[in-house]
Structures are given as structure tokens and as C-alpha cells.
């Protein structure tokens, strides 16, 4: 009777190695993807050339929020191996964060419907808030200030796969 206790213990010990092991793989991708946050000032992008501001767009996830920014190269103004613009993310205030997007302008062609939720955005149920262009205007650079429900780290980068692509991930 004895050693059918102990085979039975040590068959539940294995089970339970087996399920903790899963366990951990299972969060372990998880934690990758939360990697790189921060509230320090970042930057990514080339400086040189002229880019153009297309679209701004907010995408949900489950653990962060991402901005997303369309910029495309103005190629007959710069050099073909710039495709996206020097782009600094820097605190704004405890719950604000401010992009500036060197050596960029606002697409002229945008519908005003575009143009109107390009330079300024109310999103519900995020922690972004809102977003909006500080000075459209300008032919140099763009600026975009997010406003936040709360304090939070972010993450700036540059999309790999399709040049100009800028993303601003916000932890919820």
C-alpha cells in the first residue's frame, strides 16, 4: 500500500512540474511584447528628406494602446534611404506625451473630413484620450500631443515592414 501512495505522489509531483512548465511558456511571450516601455524621451527615424503626414490612427490592444502615424517620403525632395522621419517622443506633463515629427508637413490633399480627424481626435474607452496637432500649419515638422487618463510608460517605433510607419504604444 505503501508504494502505491508513493507511485501515486510521484505521478501527481510530475503532473504539477508539467503544469507550472506550461504555465510559464504560456506568459513568457507575454512579457516579450511588454518590453521597452518607458516615461524617458525616445526617438527613431533618419533626419534628412521631406516627409509627408497622412493619417493618424488609434488601434486597441489588450495590455497598451498604439498611435499609429502614415508618413510617407516626399521623394522628390529627399534621398531614397530616409523612409522614416526623425520622430522624438518626450513627457509632456505627467499625463501627456508630445511627438514631434521632424522635416514633415501635413498631406495638402486630405478632405477636410480627414484633415479635421488628422490634427484633432477624441477616443473613448482608451487611455488615450485625445490627440491633436499643435501647429498644422508648419511646413518644418509636426507636432502631436496625446493627453492621457492617467500617468503610463510608452514605447516609440518605426514600423520595419512598411517604411514610415510610426507607432506610439501606451500601457492601459
Known amino acids: 500500500m505503501k508504494t502505491v501512495f508513493s507511485i501515486i505522489g510521484a505521478f501527481l509531483l510530475i503532473i504539477v512540474f508539467f503544469v507550472v512548465y506550461n504555465v510559464v511558456l504560456t506568459l513568457r511571450p507575454h512579457s516579450t ?6 516615461n524617458q524621451p525616445m526617438t527613431v527615424g533618419q533626419t534628412g528628406g521631406f516627409h509627408i503626414l497622412s493619417d493618424i490612427r488609434v488601434i486597441q490592444h489588450d495590455k497598451y494602446d498604439s498611435i ?44 477636410q473630413t480627414d484633415l479635421d480627424r488628422v490634427t484633432h481626435q477624441t477616443v473613448a474607452d482608451s487611455i488615450i484620450q485625445d490627440i491633436a496637432l499643435t501647429n498644422p500649419q508648419s511646413l518644418d515638422s509636426q507636432e502631436v500631443t496625446i493627453r492621457l487618463a492617467r500617468a503610463s510608460r510608452y514605447r516609440l517605433s518605426a514600423d520595419s515592414q512598411d517604411a514610415g510607419i510610426i507607432y506610439l504604444d501606451v500601457l492601459k
Open 68 to 111: 499609429v502615424i502614415y508618413t510617407k517620403l516626399n521623394r522628390s525632395s529627399a534621398a531614397e534611404d530616409i523612409l522614416t522621419p526623425f520622430t522624438e517622443a518626450t513627457p509632456a506633463g505627467t499625463i501627456s506625451i508630445r511627438i514631434k515629427l521632424f522635416d514633415t508637413s501635413i498631406l495638402s490633399d486630405l478632405s
Open 33 to 38: 511584447l511588454l518590453e521597452g516601455f518607458t
